[in-house]
């Protein structure tokens, strides 16, 4: 058992990277596990929204300037409702910010990251190919176990554990629990191309079927279609012209019409929460610790904030508390606002927005019409977009 008397962290992707740099930044070493090898991720397609925030810690972390020509700025968010009036639209003018948001691919991301890890010399150790088998959380210590690219097994003590990979190796640890709500809904991804350019602007549409979204990326849209798992089988099924005509039928004619569709994808949606029940030497971040609806954008943007606020957790922690269970408690309790309203918001817009009954539309429709005509209403949603607060 080699030990270890710093933080590991299982995972290599944003969150998990993100915190790696974060530390780094702060004086305190780090190594990290990730089971994929070098630049996997780098053809992955799959759209980011990134908050302002997320921007600000990624402009902290010297990694914003070797992303920035390749995202593309939110500048106004146009949200309404599929057959009902009201609507409401959020510019980043009126709040004085640059831009709402920004999109890029998850593999844009990943390059810029691993571009500043290249310039770094100390502070972080990343083992590729090296997925963790074996977790197990003691009252001193956390031992990993994990398989290097050799083939060969490594044991690692360590005071602190940090999984942030999406979950891929919570089944690794004894006595996690999870509460899950799943919606038995679906989403379908994938890149449209609209007859009338963005413009900057990333439109929320609510249906009785589902939420749907387009956000700006590049000089196409990239879609998000969600809806119950048999309307997205009868969507997905269809070929690309009949596809484009549901589309605008759902959609409307604000960006004309949609002229072509790329590759589509889809994943089920669900709300999960993770129950933490080690007091000590482990923690859970990002989607391993908790899965939002996609209808606000807001998941990757919590979990970045997860990985910024355990930084600072640990950097102002003397290095033999590194893990105490007072430390994680004082984490946990710094994340819980943000991470239990994001997760109550995503879940009530879902279950307000996208149903059709009797009366409700109504409602919906005098909501974004009131939230039009109410600037600190506005404000604090764009305050909760950006920030979480």
Known sequence: MQLIEHPVVIGGGPVGLVLALSLQQAGVPVTVLEAQAPGAMYGDGRALALSFGTRQVLEQLQVWSMLADAVTAIETIHVSQQKGLGRTVLKAQEHQLPALGYVVSYGVLMRALDARLAQLTTGIKLHYE?????????????????TAADGQRHSLSTPLAVVADGGRSLEAIPGLQRDTKHYGHDALVGLVQTELPHRQVAYERFTPRGPMALLPNGDQFSLVWTGEQAYIDEIAALDDA???????????????????????????????????????????????????????????????????????????????????????????????????????????????????????????????????????????????????R
């Open 130 to 146: 090296a997925p963790v088998t074996d977790l197990q959380v003691h009252a001193s210590a956390a031992d990993i176990v994990y």
């Open 242 to 388: 009949a596809f484009l005509h549901a589309l605008h039928a759902a959609f409307g004619d604000r960006v004309g019409r949609f002229l072509h569709a790329g590759k589509r994808f889809r994943f089920p949606l669900k709300l999960s929460k993770l129950e933490q029940t080690f007091a000590a030497h482990c923690v859970v971040i990002g989607n391993a610790a908790q899965t939002m609806h996609p209808v606000a954008g807001q998941g990757f943007n919590v979990g970045i904030r997860d990985a910024v606020a355990l930084a600072e957790n640990v950097a102002s922690t003397a290095s033999h508390e590194w893990g105490a269970d007072h430390r994680l408690l004082a984490y946990q309790a710094s994340r819980q606002r943000d991470t239990g309203r994001g997760l109550q918001f995503t879940d009530f817009l879902v279950n307000v927005f996208s149903n059709d009954l009797i009366g409700v539309g109504v409602l919906r429709g005098a909501g974004l019409g009131m939230l039009s005509m109410l600037p600190m209403a506005r404000r604090f949603l764009v305050e909760k977009m950006s920030y979480g």
